[in-house]
Structures are given as C-alpha cells and as structure tokens.
C-alpha cells in the first residue's frame, strides 16, 4: 500500500463494503499491522467519519451511517464504475436519463483527469426501453419490499386504456427484478394462492396498508432465475419445459448467431448440424425448428414430431389448401 492518504482511502472503501471487519482482517487486506489500523481509523474519525469499534478476540470497525458524515471517498475503481453506471443508466428501464446525465457531468468534474480519461475513452451509446419506469413508484414498491408491508395498486392492463376499470390489486411483495431493460415485481397473492409477477411500469401504487406480512420461501432461493423460468413457462426450474433434437441441413456457422445461450449446437458433415433447443410449448418447438428456413429432421422426442405433424396441418390450412 503507498502513502497514508491511499492506505486511508482503501480502509474507507472496505468499511463502506461491508457493515463489521475485523481487525486482523483488515489489516491482511491493507497489507499492514493492526496498529497501523487502529491509528488509520483514529484518523478518519478525526475527519469526521464515524466509526465504531467492536468487541471480539481481534476487535473489529464498523462505519455508521450519519447526517453529518462528511461526502464519501471513492477510489479509482469505485469512480470508474459509479461513472460507467451512470452513463448507461437511460437503458436500465428507468426514467432517470437526465438525472443520471446530471449526476455524471457532477462526478466527472470532481475526478483526477487520469480518471476523466478512462471515462472519456469510453464512448457509450445506449438505446433505451420503449417503456420506463417513474422513479418514484420504483421506490414505493422497493421500500413495500424492503418493510415487508402488504402493497396495493391498480395495474394497468397489457393493452393499454386509462384509469377507469384498472383492475386492483392486493399483494404480498417479495423482491424486484431487473430484466431486459424492464421492471417486474415477484409477489405472493393470497387471493390466488400463487406467485405473480407484474411489470412495475403498469403499477400505480395506492396508500401504504401499514399491513406486515411474514416473508415465504420463493421457489429455488433466487428471484431473478424464478422469473426466468416464467418466462420460459415453466414452474420449477430455469428450463424449457419442452426440449428436442433435430438434424439441419444447413451448415453449424449460419445458424449460431441466433441462438440462445442454452442451445447446444453440434457440426457434422455434409453442411449439416444437429441442435437441441427448447421452448415453451411441442407446437412452439417445431415452429422454432422450421423457422431456421432449411430441411431438418427430427430425433426426437416423440411428442415433438407429433407437434410438427400438428403444425403442418395448420400450415397446410392457413394456405388454403
């Protein structure tokens, strides 16, 4: 660690991390002897910050949250991604384009023109949402969250229309979820006995109920990939309900780049490719398999090649033939 100033910034920015550090912890993150610690934080509470010290074999800090603590120190690390953050902000699904543009002219100001040049050099470009969310009904639902406090709102249908005849709703609010530029909120609601989920967009919370409810297990511990597995149609795990396999008379490369993520792809000979993908529905997945646009064969399973039977019918019927 080089001089006192940085090593007293490092010892800020690990106290802003996490609520209590030991001693001895510290001191091993520092690079220096716990004596040097305690007169490092003898130094910050001098400048004002308020930091408390814990009992323990080792001792240990914890920085308070305060009124008058003084504006906190970043480092260079720190700036950078408060910085990058900001920038990208317009396509987090959020109406705070101007703030954030404002916030970051303000922390771009104040920073080492080193820092200004990391920043500078990065040119984003970023392409927001078609929906947004008011910042403040973001907040309103985070803090029902955060309270454990039952919340109620209109919801807004998925085509549109006003204020009149918007359906209500009463909730037991888990956790909000962040996806694809969008907001959703995973709840629990008693009058159907069921997860939900809404598009926070759509929300228009009513007046605090000052009702607690006690927290429920959300399925497999994780929100995010709770709600993945929505979207995928399915009630348990963060998979395609229906899944097949299928050889494709078309070369592995032409076909790559419009796959998702959990695709498995296989190259054979004679420009040809064997793919399993899933979806949400057999029908749905044959449609996947013809809509690549080239012959293709199905291994299986038999519920699939029975769907593409069904959905050559369709087709057959949708021609007029």
């Not at 918007?166 to 995973?186: I, K």
Request: with cysteine.
């Amino acid at each position: 660690m080089s001089g006192p100033s940085s090593r007293m910034l490092a010892l800020l920015s690990l106290l802003q991390v996490h609520r209590d550090w030991p001693g001895d912890v510290l001191a091993e993150r520092l690079e220096v002897s716990p004596r040097t610690v305690r007169r490092d934080v003898d130094r910050l509470r001098e400048l004002g910050y308020r930091v408390e010290a814990l009992r323990g074999p080792t001792g240990g800090y914890r920085l308070s949250a305060g009124s008058e603590l003084p504006p906190l120190l970043f480092d260079d690390e720190q700036a950078v991604a408060i910085a990058l953050a900001l920038a990208v902000a317009p396509a987090s699904g959020a109406d705070i384009a101007e703030a954030a543009a404002r916030a970051l002219g303000a922390v771009r100001q104040v920073m080492p023109s080193r820092l200004r040049h990391r920043i500078d050099s990065v040119d984003v470009v970023t392409t927001p949402g078609t929906t947004t969310v008011d910042p403040g009904v973001l907040v309103a639902v985070s803090d029902a969250v955060r309270t454990r406090q039952v919340l109620r709102f209109d919801y807004d249908s998925a085509w549109g229309g006003d204020q009149h005849g918007r359906p209500s709703r009463r909730v037991e609010p888990h956790a909000v979820v962040a996806r694809n530029g969008r907001w959703y909120l995973l709840a629990w609601e008693p009058e159907h006995d069921d997860w939900r989920t809404y598009r926070i967009d759509r929300m228009h919370p009513r007046t605090p109920t000052g009702l607690r409810f006690v927290p429920r297990a959300i399925p497999g511990g994780d929100p995010a990939a709770f709600l993945a597995a929505r979207f995928k149609g399915s009630d348990g795990a963060d998979v395609w309900p229906c899944t097949g396999t299928a050889v494709l008379e078309v070369p592995a490369r032409s076909i790559a780049p419009y796959l998702d993520a959990d695709a498995v792809l296989e190259e054979l000979d004679g420009d040809r490719c064997r793919l399993t993908i899933g979806s949400w529905s057999w029908t749905a997945l044959a449609a996947r398999f013809a809509g690549f646009d080239a012959g293709f064969s199905i291994e299986g399973p038999r519920a699939l090649r029975d769907a593409a039977l069904t959905l050559a019918g369709r087709m057959r019927r949708a021609a007029g033939r």
